[in-house]
T-cell receptor, first 114, second 114 residues
Framework: AQSVTQPDIHITVSEGASLELRCNYSYGATPYLFWYVQSPGQGLQLLLK??????LVQGIKGFEAEFKRSQSSFNLRKPSVHWSDAAEYFCAVGARSNDYKLSFGAGTTVTVRA | EPEVTQTPSHQVTQMGQEVILRCVPISNHLYFYWYRQILGQKVEFLVSFYNNEISEKSEIFDDQFSVERPDGSNFTLKIRSTKLEDSAMYFC????????????FGDGTRLSIL
C-alpha cells in the first residue's frame, strides 16, 4: 500500500527566506507524486506533479520539487517566500494500480513572519 | 479555469439524519472521487467512481455511504444515517482520462453532526 510521511508539522519562515518542505513516500512501483496547498477555508490547490521524466519539476507560485528515488523523497522548495504562502501543504502519492487514488501526508503548516 | 464546485459549503445535521453532499466536477472529466478530512487529521480517500460505477472504496466507505451520478453533471455523496464521527470536511475531486492527469479538488463541504 502507498503512504506518505511529512516529518514537519509546522514550519515558520521569514518573508524572503527560502523554504523546503519534506516529503517521503512508500510505494513499490513508480509513484505519481503531488503537492497541494490549502489556504484557510479553501480547497486543495495543485502546486505541481511528478509522473516521470525530469526529476526536478516546476509548479505554480514559484514552487519546485525534486524527486529522488534513492531517498524515496519529493521535497518542495521555494527560494523566496511571500506572506501569501502561509498555508497548509500536503504531499500526496497516487498509483495507477489503485485507480489513481491519492494517499496524503498529514500536512505541514507554514507560517510566514514579516 | 474550470473548477470543481461543491454545495453546500457548510451542512449541519442531526445525528441519524440522512445527508447528501453535492459536487459538480469539471465538465470533461471522467474520474470522480470523494475524500474527507477530519479536523486535525490527514485527508483520507473514500471512494472513486468511473464509468458509472464505483471503481474503488476504502474501509471507511461502509454501507452507510453511497455515491451517485444522477445526471451528466452532478456527483453526490449520501450518508444514510449520520454519526457524530462523520463530522469532517468532505472534498470532491475529478480528473480527466489519461495517465498523467491530476485530480482537481473542490473547496469542500464542512459537515457538522450534532
Amino acid at each position: 500500500a502507498q503512504s506518505v510521511t511529512q516529518p514537519d508539522i509546522h514550519i515558520t519562515v521569514s518573508e524572503g527566506a527560502s523554504l523546503e518542505l519534506r516529503c517521503n513516500y512508500s510505494y513499490g512501483a513508480t509513484p505519481y507524486l503531488f503537492w497541494y496547498v490549502q489556504s484557510p477555508g479553501q480547497g486543495l490547490q495543485l502546486l505541481l506533479k511528478y509522473f516521470s521524466g525530469d526529476t526536478l519539476v516546476q509548479g505554480i507560485k514559484g514552487f519546485e520539487a525534486e524527486f529522488k528515488r534513492s531517498q524515496s523523497s519529493f521535497n518542495l522548495r521555494k527560494p523566496s517566500v511571500h506572506w501569501s504562502d502561509a498555508a497548509e501543504y500536503f504531499c500526496a502519492v497516487g498509483a495507477r494500480s489503485n485507480d489513481y487514488k491519492l494517499s496524503f501526508g498529514a500536512g505541514t503548516t507554514v507560517t510566514v513572519r514579516a | 479555469e474550470p473548477e470543481v464546485t461543491q454545495t453546500p459549503s457548510h451542512q449541519v445535521t442531526q445525528m441519524g439524519q440522512e445527508v447528501i453532499l453535492r459536487c459538480v466536477p469539471i465538465s470533461n472529466h471522467l474520474y470522480f472521487y470523494w475524500y474527507r478530512q477530519i479536523l486535525g487529521q490527514k485527508v483520507e480517500f473514500l471512494v472513486s467512481f468511473y464509468n458509472n460505477e464505483i471503481s474503488e472504496k476504502s474501509e471507511i466507505f461502509d454501507d452507510q455511504f453511497s455515491v451517485e451520478r444522477p445526471d451528466g453533471s452532478n456527483f453526490t455523496l449520501k450518508i444514510r444515517s449520520t454519526k457524530l464521527e462523520d463530522s469532517a470536511m468532505y472534498f470532491c475531486a475529478s480528473s480527466s482520462r489519461g495517465l498523467y492527469q491530476p485530480q482537481h479538488f473542490g473547496d469542500g463541504t464542512r459537515l457538522s453532526i450534532l
